[in-house]
């Protein structure tokens, strides 16, 4: 089966600017996550969505950060705008609803603000 | 607060070595995971268990739900395994994901 795509792969902008990046989960999985790593640290979540309803969006800083899963596929995360501290890798994770499935990472987005 | 602690962070071993990352939580869980990340690379899942234990190849892992504790062992270890293993528990409020930081492993030839 196709993996998790998510793409760019690699994004770099100035400071002030918008940025989106895309995640296409495995067909069938209803649960849909979007990540955030700084180097040396694990995943931080930012949102996580059940099909098209985000379930849990506490840790998302909504004055710039947005998401949305229409048709309860496809997911687009943005920044609007960036700023420096921003500069992270964007994973994006799906896995089959329910608990005790396993997660399937995509390659995520290595973000640059500069 | 970290909900998950894993140790040690940083791992030398030689080519061969039998190596134990282990992983410390303290939430009630339903399962715990153990990833892998090669520098540059995605995050592959490499098991996912909620009591005793599992073996893939050289890679086995345990767990001890009573003592909120687990290993990944790796046997014979080679160059390629080098790579950062991340402990991950679903559990808690909500049921959701908690990572620890991650141990990062070189194996040197």
């Known amino acids: 089966e196709a993996g998790v795509v998510q793409s760019p792969r690699y994004k770099i902008i100035e400071k002030k600017q918008p940025v989106a990046f895309w995640c296409n989960p495995i067909?069938?999985?209803?649960?849909l996550y979007w990540y955030l790593q700084n180097l040396g640290q694990g995943p931080e979540l930012l949102i996580r969505y059940e099909n098209e309803e985000a379930v849990d969006d506490s840790q998302l800083p909504k004055d710039r950060f947005s998401a949305e899963r229409l048709k309860g596929v496809d997911s687009t995360l943005k920044i609007q705008p960036a700023e420096l501290g921003d500069s992270a890798v964007y994973l994006c994770?799906?896995?089959?609803?329910?608990?005790?499935?396993?997660?399937?990472f995509g390659n995520g987005t290595r973000l640059t603000v500069t | 607060k970290n909900e998950v602690e894993q140790s040690p962070q940083n791992l030398t071993a030689q080519e061969g070595e039998f190596i134990t990352i282990n992983c410390s939580y303290s939430?009630?869980?339903?399962?715990l995971h153990w990833l892998q990340q090669h520098p540059g690379g995605g995050i592959v899942s490499l098991f996912m268990?909620?009591?005793g234990k599992k073996k893939h190849g050289r890679l086995i892992a345990t767990i001890n739900i009573q003592e909120k504790h687990s290993s990944l062992h790796i046997t014979a270890s080679h160059p390629r395994d080098s790579a950062v293993y991340i402990c991950?528990?679903?559990?808690?409020?909500?049921?959701?994901?908690?990572f620890g930081t991650g141990t990062s492993l070189t194996v040197i030839p």
């Open positions: 994770a799906s896995s089959s609803q329910g608990s005790n499935s396993p997660l399937h």
């Open positions: 067909s069938g999985h209803n649960t």
């Open positions: 939430v009630g869980i339903s399962a």
């Open positions: 991950a528990v679903e559990g808690g409020t909500g049921n959701q994901f908690y």
């Open positions: 268990l909620s009591s």
